[in-house]
């Protein structure tokens, strides 16, 4: 059967595959190390849990609920908008979604034509540019820079902008470098977005894991009118060790959640109910827990950043946030030889058994993605692995 020419265009995601090749591996009894997750290693704090199961004890779970989400689940998200952004919504401005990855679906389902383009600033997450595809735009990528943390300018924004513009990705902290935009640089972006009524679509699912004194600004609690230009995307996956339970939102005006509503209704129908009954206790239960994940990260970056930095022919800045580094290894790669950072990604798992992801999958051909949501203890063995091996490479 001839596939589509959607699908045979589509890349499918590196994270994922790279820790399926893990697990993989070492479910043949191999001591692999895997940086490779893009999800907390905590277990799902237990109060979440226990709301879980006494929706099932109630039946309450038994039947679909409306296609944007639950009553209760839309009032919570409307209650923590309200702490963390300082906006007043109500339930027309929400969808409730298969995590945020089919709120950004649906998103551009619903804000593209073919032709349309987006604005993605590099590195991105994987899945951006596929997304837009599928909704048959096109992806426009603007690179950021070591030296600027990875950020985008303005200028750089400007430089791409032509009149099939709809919108620009603003993903901070940044999944993959960490980096977080400065209130003044998301001010910048929101008026400039304005000025030429452009969609921000402000991807927040890290906002709560922010370390050493780092706080993340959201571009839409600026001013009203950069939230009317504003498709917020964030959910329960990172921030409460969910990635299993699949819930995200986004918030955004009436027309474009509607939009994206119809669409979940015919492809998803709702969001698993446990699930959202779940999110609910997440989101308004205690925080304590989450404070706890939140903290064992922070310790994890500031003992393992100081030696990755080390490691011969690495560069990083220490990241703000996420639970992932970012190194650019063109250094290491020129020591042994390599033109290709796949490659020195295979041989490092192949000879060391320690897995990365390639930067490839990123637009960052010189990168790498070290994952921290593992042990301490693995984290250190990881850094001695991946030293011996760049040692060996030369
Ligand atoms: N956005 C970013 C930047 C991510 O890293 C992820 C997950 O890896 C998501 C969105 C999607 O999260 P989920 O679909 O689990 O809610």
């Given at each position: 059967m001839k596939l589509?020419?959607?699908?045979?265009?589509?890349?499918?995601?590196?994270?994922?595959a790279a820790t399926a090749k893990a697990k993989e591996l070492k479910?043949?009894?191999?001591?692999?190390?895997?940086?490779?997750?893009?999800?907390?290693?905590?277990?799902?704090p237990e109060n979440i849990e226990k709301a879980a199961i006494e929706g099932i004890k109630s039946g309450n779970v038994s039947f679909y609920t409306p296609s944007g989400g639950t009553p209760e689940l839309k009032n919570a998200i409307i209650d923590v908008t309200k702490k963390n952004y300082d906006l007043t919504i109500d339930a027309s401005n929400i969808i409730v979604t298969s995590g945020a990855k089919f709120a950004l679906y649906t998103l551009f389902q619903t804000i593209?034509?073919?032709?349309?383009e987006v604005?993605?600033?590099?590195?991105?997450?994987?899945s951006y540019g596929e997304q837009v595809k599928l909704a048959q735009g096109n992806p426009v990528f603007v690179s950021g820079n070591l030296a600027n943390d990875y950020k985008v300018t303005l200028d750089q924004l400007e430089?791409?902008?032509?009149?099939q513009t709809k919108a620009v990705i603003i993903n901070s902290p940044s999944n993959p470098t960490g980096m977080i935009y400065t209130e003044a640089e998301l001010r910048a972006i929101g008026e400039w977005a304005v000025r030429h009524d452009l969609l921000i679509i402000s991807d927040d699912i890290y906002d709560h894991l922010v370390y050493n004194g780092n706080e993340a600004p959201h571009i839409a609690s600026l001013s009203d009118e950069i939230f009317h230009h504003t498709v917020i995307i964030n959910g329960v996956s990172k921030t409460y060790s969910m990635t299993g339970w699949r819930i995200g939102y986004a918030v955004g005006n009436p027309e474009i959640i509607g939009g994206m509503t119809s669409i979940a209704s015919q492809a998803t129908s709702n969001p698993a109910a446990v699930s959202q009954a779940a999110a609910v206790?997440?989101?308004?239960?205690?925080?304590?827990?989450?404070?706890?994940?939140?903290?064992?990260?922070?310790?994890?970056?500031?003992?393992?950043?100081?030696?990755?930095a080390a490691l011969p022919g690495f560069e990083l800045k220490k990241p703000q946030g996420t639970f992932y580094l970012f190194p650019n290894i063109a250094g290491a790669m020129k020591m042994g030889g390599y033109d290709n950072?796949?490659?020195?990604?295979?041989?490092?798992?192949?000879?060391?058994?320690?897995?990365?992801?390639?930067?490839?999958?990123?637009?960052?051909?010189?990168?790498?993605?070290?994952?921290?949501?593992?042990?301490?203890?693995?984290?250190?063995?990881?850094?001695?692995?991946?030293?011996?091996?760049?040692?060996?490479s030369q």
């Open positions: 589509s020419q959607r699908v045979t265009n589509l890349e499918p995601s590196v994270t994922l479910a043949q009894g191999l001591d692999v190390i895997s940086l490779t997750v893009g999800e907390p290693d905590f277990t799902t593209l034509d073919a032709g349309d604005i993605i600033p590099v590195p991105y997450w994987v430089d791409v902008r032509t009149a206790e997440a989101l308004i239960g205690q925080q304590e827990t989450a404070e706890a994940m939140r903290q064992a990260f922070e310790e994890r970056l500031n003992t393992i950043y100081p030696k990755v950072v796949t490659t020195w990604v295979n041989d490092l798992l192949e000879q060391e058994r320690v897995a990365l992801v390639t930067g490839e999958g990123f637009g960052s051909p010189e990168s790498v993605r070290m994952s921290y949501s593992t042990s301490l203890e693995d984290l250190e063995e990881a850094v001695v692995r991946i030293r011996r091996f760049i040692e060996n």
